[in-house]
């Protein structure tokens, strides 16, 4: 008797958008062969208050492409945030009557390379204790950007102010950032710029905390789903090319790097207060102001030229715990 493998979960996408139209009908241009090899695959755009031409394009998109079967367009009335307006969508989703086995985080300046969708689903049934997994991403050029995460901590935040050898060899094993292979692994967070959650980590864990705007809602999320048991995992097989920082500007790469908004800030302070206290949130403040100011004491002794964004010590300290609760 020949054996077939069990039937694939069902996934919803989730498309959050803000003034980015064109990217969002290009990413769904990417999912249409997702969608012919994966049935049981549907696509969400929820639009964020935009304001400006998203909706009518992309609703003409989805109609004059014949996309309708699959994808929808869904409009928030407010710009509440990435958190926000992908809760928007998966409220409605987990209230329906046949809710999704998946839900997949996409962000709008994504191309999803073909088979992404199906390697996902099938990674999250072959290993039921995983909750959240995460695909390898491409840069704009198409050169792999192969990292995934561990949770930030008083010394990882030491070692990203550093930027010293010595100090950065030292912290390695604390860094945020994990450079990671070719096979699959377990992490501590991936980005959400394309991550599969398991429905049932949204009745242990709860939706994602909307006291973020943006930044640190994924790391928060996959922290409370750590919490309540379950594993995150990241899955090289999965590939999606990512346009960073099109909405934001943040992580743009730009010739000139652009004065970090005030939310990243809050949004990290937030994390800190939340799932550490203040007196931690107070240290990894100074473990990162401290090594970056002797970071910067040596760059100027140097006489090199400042890659930072305007104003970064600054705000940095305006924003942190040590002067705001």
Known sequence: MIQTDPPLPTMLAIIVNYRTGPLVVECLASLENEVREMPGLQVVVVDNDSGDDSVPLIDSAIRMEGWGGWAELLASPVNGGFASGNNHAIRRALAGRNPPDLVWLVNPDTVIRPGAARTLAAFMRDRPRAGIAGSALQSADGTPWPYAFRFPTILGETERGARLGLV???????????????????????????????????????????????????????????????????????????????????????????????????????YFLKNHGRAYAIAADLGWAGMHMLWQVRRLAMLRRNPDPPRMLGDFLRNSALFRA
């Open 168 to 270: 950065s060899r030292l912290l390695s094993s604390h860094a945020i950032g994990r450079t990671m292979g070719q096979e699959t692994a377990r992490v501590d967070w991936v980005s959400g710029a394309s991550m599969v959650i398991r429905r049932a980590v949204f009745d242990d864990a709860g939706l994602m905390d909307e006291g973020y705007f943006l930044y640190y809602e994924e790391t928060d999320f996959c922290l409370q789903a750590r919490r309540a048991g379950w594993e995150c995992w990241y899955v090289p097989q999965a590939v999606v090319l990512h346009i960073s920082g099109q909405s934001t500007g943040v992580t743009a790469a730009t010739t000139e790097p652009k004065r970090i908004p005030r939310y990243w800030f809050e949004s990290r302070r937030r």
